[in-house]
């Protein structure tokens, strides 16, 4: 039998040591095993590359989806044109119309009157985005000419990384154009509808404010109902006005299912009738802490979905986003989403007109604003400018 020796063993490594015979014949210098090992990991990082882009795109794919569900209001906003105001003082707000079922899709449309679109106004400051976020009074899915209920500018602050979100009390006197005398606030989206409501807000209280987002009371009903309801402290002195509004939104609404009474007070889970029938509250504590209560079932509503897990965000989305009408687009929305999710950590509130700044008309109970105090305070509020 013929003695075959043993392969020289390469440079620095032990004189015993014996290649594993090549079935071609050689031993792979190093740097070939090097560059074998290297070819295998970067295929593998294409791979993970791959898988991860894949999932990017997909998780935005069914965000675009999720970004499609609010009903979409196309108004136009133009440059205002100057000249005279159309003049609405011959307009009349219209009866309620209580025809049509709530449930089963049966939702009130953002109202837009063709006199008034959105007049156009150059963002005040880059970091802060206010959006119009209010409800309407209405009686039916029909019934679409209708009182604002309530109103909140939601201000998204990049700069100091917090949401605001400051109340105007629908019994705030302003001057609406084209009217001859003043009006309540709430008067102005059923006179002239979202266009009008808006620039009557731009223009009394030096906003900026050109996107919205509008619910009915049946809507932010499912939304609550969406998070498993809120835990709310209710006040002894609220519980009769609490259950005689809970009982008017069973009969509008027809409910198969009636949200029974609260019947002691304190600190409890109220579902989502039972929690917008407690925000409604006006004969305990007047307007002002209705206005707090709407914006503490607002910031419940933040503080919920930001102390969830990221499958409960995504679920919350996908059951909620279809039950409110916007001027927003999907990019829009994408864009504002983000910058909020950013600013999620802290919440601010306020209310207009604030207290020591009004005086109430006995006549017709109208909120009179002394201006000169109240737009610097609250443009401190929102921009960082002036005294509060």
Not at 76 to 93: E, F, K, L
Not at 149 to 159: E, F, G, N, P
Request: hydrophobic fraction near 40%; proline fraction near 6%.
């Amino acid at each position: 039998m013929k003695k075959t020796n043993p392969v020289r063993a390469p440079q620095g490594q032990s004189p015993y040591y014996t290649a594993r015979p090549n079935p071609h014949g050689e031993v792979p210098p190093a740097r070939v095993m090097r560059r074998r090992r290297s070819g295998r990991a970067g295929r593998f990082f294409i791979r993970l590359s791959a898988a991860l882009l894949g999932l990017i795109v997909g998780f935005g794919a069914y965000t675009w989806f999720l970004l499609g569900k609010p009903l979409f209001t196309d108004i136009p906003i133009i440059r205002p044109q100057g000249g005279t105001a159309v003049p609405i003082d011959h307009y009349t707000i219209p009866i309620s119309n209580t025809d049509g079922a709530w449930g089963e899709g049966g939702r009130v449309r953002v109202y837009v009157h063709p006199d008034f679109p959105i007049e156009q106004v150059e963002r005040i400051d880059s970091k802060v985005e206010n959006i119009l976020v209010f409800g309407v009074d209405a009686r039916s899915p029909a019934d679409m000419i209708s009182r604002a209920d309530s109103l909140i500018v939601l201000s998204v602050d990049t700069r100091e990384n917090c949401i605001k979100l400051t109340s105007i009390m629908r019994d705030t006197e302003v001057d609406l154009a084209g009217r001859s005398e003043n009006e309540k606030i709430n008067a102005a989206y059923a006179l002239g509808g979202v266009g009008l409501l808006i620039n009557t807000i731009n223009q009394n209280f030096g906003l900026d404010i050109q996107g919205f987002a509008m619910f009915d009371f049946y809507s932010a009903t499912e939304l609550i109902d969406i998070v498993g309801g809120m835990e709310i402290e209710v006040q002894a002195e609220e519980i009769e006005n609490l259950n005689e509004i809970l009982d008017e939104m069973h009969a509008l609404f027809h409910s198969e299912d009636p949200a029974p009474h609260v019947t002691s007070p304190g600190a409890q889970q109220l579902n989502g009738m039972q929690t917008i029938a407690w925000s409604r509250i006006r004969k305990v504590g007047s307007d002002h802490a209705r206005t707090g209560r709407q914006r503490q079932v607002m910031m419940n509503l933040i503080g919920l979905f930001k102390e969830s897990s990221l499958p409960k965000k995504i679920t919350f989305l996908d059951e909620s986003l279809g039950h409110f009408e916007t001027n927003l687009g999907r990019s829009d929305m994408m864009r504002i989403g983000l910058d909020a999710m950013q600013s999620l950590s802290e919440m601010r509130e306020y209310k207009v007109p604030a207290d020591g700044r009004y005086q109430t008309d006995p006549e017709n109970w109208n909120m009179r604003i002394d201006w000169d105090v109240q737009l610097p305070a609250l443009h401190a509020f929102l921009w960082g400018t002036g005294e509060r």
